[in-house]
């Protein structure tokens, strides 16, 4: 005979009080006889828990549910003061702050271009402060924020770009000037989680993103996790040898597509952008241009598939455009034979890395925040 599960009553406690705000964060505001279906707790367990909970500040009433039949029942939400987080993506050119609260809300969304002569410690830090003004009726602090990068990311926050090394220095200061932990991950990666997460990956278990936007860069999910390998370089495609550009040539940039364009006698200065509007157009240099960006980019894929064989290569940022995806598709049809290439388009395009930023935000607030109402404070003197 099995003998009945049992266990400190602190500890039944807890599993059921996160199994509650677990599922108010999920689904907003419910009813005790909801969260009983919801969580599969008893009625006295809820009420117990729910107790617990408005005492600790954790969870508030919310209303009435007058829509069911019977007594019009109370409904009980998180707490709307718990605090947020604050998802951040920095690129070369500008800054976009998001704060978000623990169901993973936007609550006040701020972006700005990155000033020549300001710190963007100082500047990311200005935007958040911007977000926390205009969020009405609440007083809640920031409690962490999640900062996506351009660049190679180390696992204790330091960043490697075009400067070099920082050292963590970007990552120490932004959490000096916010006064809360601050975690830097690569733009792509968050890119690929939102994919994974909510997007063109959810029913992949393992795919790449390629990313195109100034530079081209991978962020890569095997078995349904993101890789960032060893020191954080897994995914830095920009540079993969390709006949016959020169070792170290960078595949796609800006230089790259002015060069393209002289080769064409068209304006060095013509964006990438401006080719891919134009290929779409029907103009035959931008075609050319965009044709040869198209062929570099499934050479890419093709590399990545023969290290990595992933189910899927999903689009993103520029890649997303028509001309591009259409270009794409036909370079790939004629290495079909060799190597057969799946792709697919981003869910978020150009926001996939904002996207990523919000939903790694809101997470880590959820855990940060439950674990606090969770863990009983120490007694004094012990």
Do not use: W
């Amino acid at each position: 005979m099995s003998r009945p599960l049992a266990g400190p009553q602190g500890l039944l406690r807890t599993l059921n009080g996160r199994a509650i705000l677990e599922s108010l964060a999920r689904s907003g505001p419910q009813t005790r006889t909801e969260l009983m279906s919801a969580t599969g707790l008893s009625r006295t367990a809820v009420t117990q828990v729910l107790r617990m909970l408005e005492s600790a500040g954790a969870v508030a009433a919310a209303g009435v549910d007058r829509d069911t039949r019977g007594p019009a029942a109370g409904r009980v939400a998180l707490h709307p003061r718990l605090g947020f987080a604050a998802a951040v993506h920095v690129d070369h050119h500008a800054a976009h702050v998001v704060l978000v609260d623990a169901m993973g809300a936007v609550r006040a969304e701020q972006h700005d271009a990155l000033p020549t002569s300001e710190d963007r410690v100082a500047h990311i830090a200005e935007l958040v402060a911007r977000c926390r003004r205009t969020v009405k009726a609440a007083k809640g602090a920031v409690h962490l924020a999640v900062v996506g990068v351009p660049g190679i990311v180390t696992a204790d926050g330091g960043i490697r770009d075009d400067l070099g090394p920082d050292g963590g220095a970007f990552r120490a200061a932004l959490s000096a000037e916010l006064d809360c932990p601050v975690r830097i991950e690569n733009d792509v990666n968050l890119a690929a989680l939102a994919e994974l997460t909510s997007g063109a990956g959810t029913t992949l278990a393992s795919f790449a993103l390629l990313l195109l936007d100034d530079g081209l860069g991978a962020g890569i999910v095997i078995d349904g996790a993101l890789h960032r390998g060893f020191s954080g370089v897994a995914g830095e495609v920009m540079y993969l040898p390709q006949t016959p550009l020169p070792i170290g040539a960078p595949i796609v940039s800006d230089a790259v597509v002015g060069d393209l364009a002289l080769g064409l006698g068209c304006d060095a200065g013509t964006s990438l952008t401006e080719h891919l509007d134009a290929a779409l157009r029907g103009d035959d240099a931008a075609k050319q241009i965009i044709a040869e960006i198209g062929r570099r980019i499934v050479l890419v894929a093709g590399s990545v598939g023969l290290v990595l064989d992933p189910e899927a290569f999903i689009l993103g940022g520029k890649a997303t455009h028509p001309a591009l995806v259409e270009a794409i598709g036909h370079i790939a049809g004629d290495y079909a034979a060799q190597l057969p290439l799946r792709f697919l388009v981003s869910s978020f395009g150009p926001e996939a890395s904002l996207v990523g930023a919000v939903d790694e935000a809101a997470s880590a607030l959820r855990g940060e925040l439950f674990t606090r109402i969770l863990t009983p404070a120490s007694k004094a003197g012990r």
